[in-house]
């Protein structure tokens, strides 16, 4: 019997995690689907807040004056309100149309093949014993793709570990685990980044007179970027020292059949090409923007010449929808994989095509965060929630520490980020910022809840995918198998994610552009 086959063998430990794999899949199984989960929450919130209207419920805002009665939809104020508000709250929605711009610019650059050829450029240039440490340390900026990164970076790893004479699976699933693990950090901006940032401004909003002037969507990359880092060189650590191992030794010369449509390390020439012109033009464009920020009395600069805020970063959206949709159109025509004009608008199409789900989610959540913030529900449950944290002694970082457990629970059985953070954002932004910090702190905080405990959640679509890959050479595998593999990512990157916010909070570092631990 091979290392690879005593490996499938499961233990008692196993058998114990698979049934508590199985209750957590049964539990996400019983919730309902996110469109009607949000549906549930808006006639809850009209309830409530209808009832709290009729009791006379008022909330004061620390810091103003101004008494706030709780408004309910079930009176004639709240028809009204619902009638003329109900195609604005969706349409107005800040997430909306920034996510929906992105994807087409980041669409552009994936379907060009430029994110395809960059990946397979940084792989097959790294030594035997650098593997696993480029791999993960790819992966953990595998947000930049969206979702297609699960699907498109670990067989790639697969085929570089193989070509590097090591265990191909150790490659597959701890790249895997690193893209969803580590799926909130990263050096680069994508979609993801664009999304919560509307989600978190939308929340901030919920209290009166909140100041979002200084919220972008880069609030968050000096904690990501450093992330990205850390927990890449922490993935390619566990890959090496403790996933490989435990899978014993591979017997490349058994598995031939297995890497026939692997694909390959190998970059044509016209991908070469593609890519130099590709770097030539970022670095010029980046050059023209950055001498126009920092030009003395440059209009993108703030009052009396300030970098931050200034109108660049409020405006920043754009600038990356620019990157991207240069990359990706110099790639397509320098590489050929556009064949002409034409094929870009299509490909920008195609992109939002895959989006039609979240345009319908998003069409309900907006209603009930927007019924949440007119009722000043919202407002009463922060001041409410913030008062309750204050009598119990959590003001500080702890606070924060149970709240990315709790977020760490919740996305066990809630997958979708943009539907979790919707359902978290609208109570704990303005809770914590009436103890006083910045809603890029909450946000960041949400991060790692959000995506370290993702290997442990038996609801993730692309687990069948990565099942499938794996079956490839052992075909004994299941899918409690393939967890419990990815499970020895989830303690320490929780526990390191949560050390690199500690340091930011400790010394108040500043999270990002505008973003900083206290308001």
């Known amino acids: 019997m091979t290392a690879s086959q005593t490996s499938t063998r499961p233990s008692a430990a196993s058998r114990a995690f698979d049934r508590v794999l199985l209750g957590i899949e049964r539990a996400g199984n019983a919730l309902p689907h996110p469109f009607f989960l949000f549906l549930h929450l808006f006639a809850a919130i009209a309830v409530v807040s209808s009832v709290m209207a009729w009791s006379g419920a008022t909330v004061t805002v620390p810091g103003s004056d101004e008494v706030l009665p709780v408004r309910g939809l079930l009176s004639t104020d709240g028809v009204l309100w619902f009638l003329e508000t109900f195609a604005k709250n969706f349409s107005s929605f800040p997430p909306f149309g920034t996510v929906l711009m992105m994807l087409m610019a980041v669409g552009v650059a994936e379907r060009s093949g430029l994110l395809n050829a960059a990946v397979t450029a940084v792989f097959g240039r790294a030594p035997r014993r650098l593997v696993p440490y480029a791999v993960a340390l790819v992966a953990c900026q595998g947000h930049v793709m969206s979702d297609v990164a699960t699907i498109v970076l670990p067989p790639l790893a697969a085929l570089v570990f193989l070509k590097a004479g090591r265990h191909p699976v150790a490659g597959m699933i701890g790249t895997f685990a690193c893209v969803i693990a580590g ?30 002037s200084d919220l972008n969507v880069l609030m968050n990359i000096a904690f990501t970027a450093t992330s990205g880092v850390v927990l890449g060189l ?65 209009p993108l600069q703030g009052e009396g010449g300030t970098l931050v805020p200034s109108p660049l970063l409020s405006g920043v959206v754009p600038v990356i929808f620019g990157a991207f949709l240069i990359a990706g159109v110099v790639y397509g025509f320098v590489a050929r994989t556009f064949a002409n004009r034409d094929a870009l608008p299509a490909v920008m199409a195609e992109s939002v095509k895959t989006m039609a789900g979240y345009v319908v989610l998003i069409f309900v959540i907006a209603q009930a965060i927007a019924l949440f913030s007119w009722s000043n529900l919202g407002s009463w449950l922060a001041v409410e929630g913030a008062d309750l944290l204050r009598s119990v002694g959590l003001t500080g970082f702890t606070a924060v520490v149970l709240f990315v457990l709790l977020v760490f629970v919740l996305n066990l059985v809630i997958t979708s980020g943009s539907a979790l953070w919707s359902l978290v954002a609208p109570v704990f932004v303005p809770a914590f910022m009436l103890l006083g910090y910045d809603p890029a702190l909450t946000q960041a905080a949400f991060r790692i809840g959000d995506s370290a405990s993702s290997p442990l959640s038996p609801l993730n679509p692309y687990l069948v995918i990565l099942l499938t890959l794996v079956q490839r050479w052992e075909p004994d595998a299941k899918l409690g198998t393939v967890m419990s593999r990815m499970s020895v990512f989830v303690g320490p990157f929780l526990v390191v994610w949560l050390a690199i916010l500690g340091v930011f909070f400790a010394f108040d570092l500043p999270l990002g552009p505008g973003g900083s631990i206290r308001l």
């Open 234 to 298: 922490l993935g390619g650590l566990l890959i090496d020292r403790v996933l490989e191992p435990r899978l014993g030794t591979f017997d490349a010369a058994a598995s031939t059949a297995a890497t026939d449509d692997l694909g390959s390390l190998h970059l044509e020439p016209a991908q070469r090409r593609g890519l130099l012109v590709t770097v030539a033009a970022l670095v010029v464009y980046v050059t023209a923007l950055a001498t126009a920020w920092l030009w003395p009395g440059s």
């Open 183 to 212: 799926y909130s950090g990263g050096v680069l901006v994508g979609v993801l980044d664009t999304l919560l940032f509307g989600i978190t401004t939308q929340a901030a909003a919920v209290l009166p007179g909140a100041d979002v």
